[in-house]
């Protein structure tokens, strides 16, 4: 069965769920260089301690439709400011490379317009260049990454959790990888059973874009494994982002609370130091 967490308005969680950021945090862009034909340079945005403090593990931080826009900086810089090293990774690098939409209904047109144009085949190409990069950058070859992502990013957290070097993904309301999967195809779903790490898939319960069919198929797909489905009780989609209405800071809070609790269990810690 799916787990149904609860989640109490607690003051204390949200507050250390929604860690400061100041000065103990470095972030800037970089642009990765395409180490095949096949891929495309990356702009992506690093957060990472600072004060030359050694990052405990790399993660990936993958986009809504809307782009690497402000709020999807902000989860890098508090991943980092929780001493991770957090690469945030844009989704359409191919149709447009530098996207940054707000959350009104005009951007959410644009983005849709990019999301049609992607297929699984690139996001695992730019993924898998992306995690190769952070794992040169962090100086170690074997030390399994993190992956978090939002919506359209949630989708792509599950299809970067195949790729060997992830150990620990966390999709959070990835509409869609019960129906298909980007370009076209069988559902992401049935990806599932080549993850070689841990992979926590997040949906609201009041969210109108994972109705309660592909809710189970996701919780049938995960069960029998490591993997868990967490359903998160007065939540929509979108409950994760401040700067959207759907935003329920309970149900936020949750969210890091497992995520965190998650990386910790599974990333260990890198004996490299930055470049």
Not at 33 to 50: D, E
Not at 88 to 94: I, K, S
Not at 257 to 270: D, K, R, S, T, V
Request: aromatic share 8%; glycine share 12%; net charge negative.
């Amino acid at each position: 069965m799916c787990r149904v967490v609860p989640v109490a308005v607690d003051d204390a969680l949200i507050s250390a769920s929604f860690p400061p950021i100041g000065s103990a945090v470095h972030g800037a862009w970089q642009v990765l260089p395409p180490l095949s034909p096949a891929q495309v340079p990356l702009r992506a945005w690093l957060a990472s301690p600072a004060n030359g403090t050694v990052p405990r593990a790399g993660v990936l931080v993958l986009p809504e439709v809307f782009g690497v826009n402000g709020w999807v900086r902000s989860v890098a810089d508090r991943l980092a400011a929780q001493g991770y090293a957090a690469l945030a990774v844009p989704l359409f690098a191919r149709s447009a490379p530098d996207l940054e939409l707000g959350y009104d209904e005009a951007s959410l047109v644009a983005g849709r317009f990019h999301k049609e144009r992607t297929s699984t085949a690139e996001l695992l190409l730019d993924l898998g260049l992306a995690a190769d990069w952070l794992r040169h950058w962090l100086g170690t070859a074997n030390a399994p990454l993190g992956c978090v992502g939002f919506c359209f990013g949630g989708h792509g957290a599950l299809l970067a959790a195949t790729l060997p070097q992830v150990g620990a993904s966390c999709d959070f309301y990835g509409a869609g990888v019960a129906s298909g999967r980007p370009g076209g195809g069988p559902p992401s779903l049935e990806l599932v059973p080549t993850i070689p790490g841990r992979l926590l898939c997040f949906c609201g319960d009041q969210d109108e874009l994972i109705p309660a069919p592909e809710v189970l198929a996701i919780e049938r797909a995960l069960q029998g494994s490591r993997h868990r489905l967490i359903r998160v009780p007065a939540a929509g989609h979108g409950f994760m982002c401040e700067a959207r209405d759907a935003f329920r800071a309970p149900a936020a809070a949750l969210g890091w609370q497992q995520m965190l609790a998650l990386f910790a269990e599974e990333l260990g810690q890198p004996p490299g130091r930055p470049a």
